[in-house]
Structures are given as C-alpha cells and as structure tokens.
C-alpha cells in the first residue's frame, strides 16, 4: 500500500510539474535572471506549494499516526552544518546552471532529450558520490574517536570511576 500511495503521490507531482511548466529549464532560467527577462511564473507555483503545504502540514501532524507508517518521521536537526551550506550551494549551481532540479528533470526524461539524460546521470552520480562520501566520512570518524572510558565499577563504591 505504501509503495501505491507513493507512487500515485509522485504522478500528482509530476502532472503539477508539468501543467504549470516547471519541466521548461527556460522557466526556471527565467526566474533566475532577475535582472533581465525574469519570469515570475515558478514564484507563483513555489508560493502555491508554500501555502498548500503550511495548511497540509497542520492537519495532518494532528492524526496519531501516518495512514501508511507506523509513525511520523519528521526531521530533528536544528543546526546549519558545513555539508547542508555546501550542498545547499551546489544545488543551485547545478538548478542555475541546468535549468532543472530532481523532480522537473525526472519528470522530463520522458522527453528523450539527451540534454535531460545527461542532467539525470550526473544527478545520480552526484547522489552516489556523496554516500561514497559520507560512507569514507564517517569510518574516518570511527577510527579517529577516543576509545570509550572504562565501565563504572560495581558494588560498594558504584557511580565511581574504577
């Protein structure tokens, strides 16, 4: 059930997409050219999006649990990393430089344009050179923490370091 509710969610968003033209890296080029041709139509979609999602969100974290999860998996970091700026950053170049981001250019590939593809490869090689990444980030990590302390001692002295 879970895998139906998804996939039919993503067809919800894919048609979105391309009803409103978000598939057309031009539109998105034209949103980024503020000072020039700029085209303020993905403004209207992302404040759409905005709006339906604030009032989704409030009703739906009301329900004691998911209708396909066992419960909410809702994010819990607070903090600005390094990574998040850093991806973050590159996220944009390649949206910039592209004219597409994940969802517009999976939708797209049905196109069949090669300029798509290519978009969608390097995404993906994107994606896999960063779990490389953080795989080799946190065995570095691992290696270079300090072993842990030595258990507290039992009996009449417990709670005290041994």
Do not use: N
Request: one cysteine or more; charged letters at 10%.
């Amino acid at each position: 059930m879970r895998h139906v509710v998804a996939a039919v969610a993503g067809l919800i968003f894919a048609l979105g997409l391309g009803i409103s033209g978000m598939t057309d890296p031009g539109k998105v080029i034209g949103f980024l050219d503020v000072g020039g041709a700029w085209e303020p139509a993905l403004a209207f979609v992302m404040g759409g999006a905005v709006v339906v999602y604030a009032l989704a969100y409030r009703l739906i974290v009301r329900r004691p649990r998911p209708v396909v999860e066992v419960k909410f998996s809702l994010p819990t970091a607070k903090k600005v990393t390094t990574s998040l700026v850093v991806g973050s950053a590159l996220f944009g170049i390649g949206w910039g430089l592209g004219g597409y981001c994940p969802g517009p250019a999976l939708t797209s590939v049905v196109s069949g344009s090669w300029e798509v593809g290519l978009f969608v490869v390097t995404m993906l090689a994107g994606m896999g050179l960063h779990q490389v990444w953080e795989r080799l980030s946190a065995r570095g990590s691992a290696a270079a923490a300090p072993a842990p302390a030595a258990p507290l001692a039992e009996g009449p002295l417990k709670g005290v370091d041994a």
